[in-house]
């Protein structure tokens, strides 16, 4: 197929109670990009009403959130960040399973909050009293010389829970006696106040320390000690119970997640549709080739309480607005991304995604010629399309490419006689095969090491490659031709540099360049198959206005026009000129190749004598070869890239489409 798929544009009426349902259908299948709602809008200027509430997209976005965040706090991997294929729109069992797992992972979050904290003031309230303990001062005059605040006496235990909850864990209270009511309280200097004022209230009686104790008492840092062994514990077991919850929730999380995201994507895309109080309209572009298997599973889907309506390109936009979908096999569609990071081709005309992936991997093998390394990037190629790979996903788009090259890189390796940058352990299979089919046998079909021998050789293939640059540049105009014709550009079509009068200076100027190589001869008869194009470049614009009946004919002027006409030939000259001989890069770099495999060789076999040199020569051939697939493959990557954006695509590509991007819930896997 070298033009983009037949596109409909698709106008849908759906009632409230069924928009959810389409919408998750249009998600999953990608068939339907949306398009603008100017055309909708006439029909409904102002939304009745906001079907949408704005509390129920934060509640939506609060709940969504608090489930990833509950998650995380479980430490549950492969939380997904997108709806699955298999992802349905959140019901009421889902809204219930989600509430649930939120309470119960907040009472966990809650009591171990609970814990740390307590765990905290223990530590630091057993800290302030160590750092105390081995002062020679009375315990009366401690609370004048630390940040502590300690208490002792009588405090009935009945009270003690209502102490603490009063105080609200701004105190620790220490049991010195098991068996009775006697308690020390401690608290920090800023929370003195308020211990004594609760202690007061609930009818704390102080007990006098003797004037001759010195230090704290060990009743308590037992007692603290004790608290804090009860408290790590208490955490103990709340990690065991996070684990189990972890366990007990994991899977489902995943696909509550996941079902939240299929609904936030929903609500956010229903915010922008035009909407009535019980219907939505729904307005997008749709392949031809998917449209009635579209219609019937939206019928299906609603029961038939949906209304369709199909349009023409034509009738509703221009090609420019109408989005380009191609649609190739794995060779070639591996070369569209190629396409479009230049540009969308307009909606109508030509794709020149096919021509692409023959004349990139053509150029690129001629370029990297070499079985072995050739070989490798064959091998990238298959570990990067491995679905399982990783590590390498983020490069599965270029494995069909990386594959098509290496294929072609070891073709003209099996040409050049090179594996590895070895050019000997082909020579005897080559020479074996050419005897027996042509009777004079070689070593080397194509030896592009210079030398008296193949100098010859070595202009032919430069040769060679400008011809497949000719071919190019011709694919290029024919193209241009076409597609001005089918936008109704006539005057671009036939009297512009790339249309039919530039193609037909450039092909007459081919013929006589390979006569006279042939042994042929200028003669006067050449100046008219070179005129006449250019005398309908220069005059374009004037023979079109003349052509349309439009005047004036010289709409700028006539200086105007004469400097414009001479700009033009003199672009024409030099573009052709130099889109054609820029392709002896192509033989350029597949010599540089040959040369930088040549000095990989010689220096391998140069060490292959010292001490440990089968090392070294390993160590050489190894490292180079590395060396020459990465950074030369990049290299040539780049200069094909080149010669396909500045002398194949500047014959055409003028102008840009829209590319096709239908609805989705998940990322485009390559």
């Known amino acids: ?34 398009s603008k709602q100017e055309e909708l809008q006439k029909i409904n200027q102002q939304k009745d009403t906001a079907l949408i509430s704005a509390d129920e997209a934060v509640e939506l ?86 940040y502590l605040t300690l208490r002792i006496g009588r405090l009935d235990p009945k009270r003690h829970a209502e102490v ?124 031809s080739d998917t449209l009635q298997s579209l219609i019937v599973q939206l019928e299906q889907l609603t029961g038939n309480r949906i209304a369709i309506r199909v349009f023409e390109p034509s009738e509703v936009a221009s090609v420019q607005e109408v989005p380009v979908s191609i649609k190739h096999g794995a060779f070639v569609r591996g070369f569209e991304p190629l396409i479009f990071s230049y540009g969308a081709p307009l909606y109508g005309t030509i794709d020149p995604t096919p021509f692409v992936a023959f004349f990139f991997t053509l150029l690129f093998g001629i ?55 070895n050019e000997t352990l082909l020579e005897a299979p080559t020479h074996a095969i050419t005897g027996a089919l042509t009777g004079h046998p070689v070593d080397h079909i194509l030896h592009l090491m210079p030398n008296a021998d193949n100098m010859t050789k070595i202009f032919y293939f ?22 001005q014709i089918t936008l109704k550009h006539y005057e671009y079509a036939f009297f512009s540099k790339t249309g039919l009068a530039g193609a037909l200076f450039f092909w007459y100027a081919l013929f006589i360049v390979v006569r006279i190589i042939l042994g042929g001869h200028f003669v006067i008869l050449d100046m008219v198959g070179l005129i006449v194009p250019m005398f309908f470049i220069f005059f374009r614009p004037v023979l079109w206005r003349l052509i349309c009946g439009k005047r004036p004919i010289c709409e700028e ?46 220096m391998a076999g140069k060490v292959s004598n010292i001490i440990l040199g089968p090392i070294w020569s390993l160590i050489i051939m190894v490292f180079g070869n590395l060396v020459i697939i990465f950074l030369e493959g990049m290299i040539v990557a780049i200069q094909v890239v080149r010669l396909q954006y500045y002398e194949f695509f500047g014959k055409f590509f003028t102008e840009t489409g829209v590319k096709f991007a239908p609805f989705r819930f998940r990322k485009e896997k390559l």
Request: proline residues 2%; aromatic residues 8%.
């Open 1 to 34: 197929m070298i033009r983009p798929q037949k596109m409909k544009l698709i106008r849908l009426v759906v009632l409230e109670n069924d928009v959810n349902a389409v919408l998750e259908f249009l998600g999953h299948s990608a068939v339907m990009q949306f």
């Open 61 to 146: 976005s609060n709940l969504l959130e608090q489930i990833k965040n509950a998650a995380l706090w479980l430490g549950i991997s492969g939380v997904p960040d997108e709806p699955s294929e298999s992802s349905r729109l959140p019901g009421t069992l889902e809204k219930e399973r989600a509430t649930a797992f939120v309470i119960a992972i907040q009472a966990l979050q809650d009591r171990e909050n609970i814990l740390m904290e307590e765990k905290h003031r223990l530590d630091s309230t057993i800290n302030e009293a160590r750092s105390f303990s081995s002062l020679n001062a009375p315990f009366s005059d401690l609370d004048q010389l630390s």
């Open 164 to 287: 603490e909850e009063a105080l609200d864990g701004r105190a620790v209270f220490v049991r010195l006696d098991s068996n009775s009511d006697r308690i020390l309280a401690a608290a920090s200097r800023k929370g003195r106040f308020a211990l004594d004022t609760e202690l007061k209230k609930h009818e704390f009686i102080p007990i006098t320390v003797p004037e001759d104790y010195h230090g704290v008492p060990a009743e308590v840092f037992a007692g603290l000690e004790a608290k804090i062994a009860d408290t790590e514990r208490a955490l103990t077991d709340l990690a065991t119970a996070k684990a189990a919850a972890r366990l007990q929730w994991e899977a489902d999380v995943r696909t509550l997640i996941a079902s939240y995201l299929l609904e936030e994507s929903v609500q956010t895309l229903k915010e922008e549709l035009v909407a009535t109080k019980s219907a939505y309209f729904l307005s997008g572009w749709v392949a």
């Open 367 to 421: 370029m990297f010629g070499d079985v072995g390394q050739g070989l490798v990037l064959f091998l990238l190629g298959l570990l990067t399309g491995k679905k399982d790979a990783t590590v390498l996903k983020g490069y599965r788009h270029f494995s069909a490419p990386l594959k098509a090259v290496g294929c072609a890189s070891m073709v003209m390796g099996l040409f050049y006689g090179s594996v590895f940058s």
């Open 462 to 483: 430069f040769g060679f490659t400008i011809a497949i640059g000719a071919i190019l540049n011709s694919i290029g105009l024919v193209i241009n031709i076409i597609n």
């Open 557 to 602: 002027g006539l200086l105007s026009f004469i400097i414009e006409g001479i700009v033009e030939i003199i672009e024409t000259f030099s573009n052709y000129l130099s889109n054609t001989v820029s392709f002896l890069r192509v033989g350029a770099f597949a010599l540089s190749h040959v040369i930088l495999s040549f000095i990989v060789f010689t």
